[in-house]
């Protein structure tokens, strides 16, 4: 039993490094027309926004999101907006 847990592991980096690009994708297709309503139509978006950031910081997983967090953090683009709002919202989510 014990031998065949080791197919079971999932390495850290690799996972963080999925996380963070699947976040990151749902992340850029958020705009400012956007309401509580609407983002419960992306099933990631809740998620996105409060553990994007604990993904990248991972180790060294900021090489491999780079360009994407450029991105995401351009203040001319509507999505950085939503980023925010959906940090400071979290709290108040209802489940």
Known sequence: MVDTLRYYHIHLEPAHTIMAQACLGVLLHLDNSMNRRTIN?????????QYFGDHVEFE??????????????????????????LQIHYKLKSY
């Open 60 to 85: 060294n997983m900021l090489p491999h999101v780079t360009e994407g967090i450029d991105n995401l953090l351009d203040l001319d683009k509507p999505h950085f907006d939503m980023w925010v709002w």
């Open 41 to 49: 139509s992306y099933p990631l978006a809740w998620y996105a926004g």
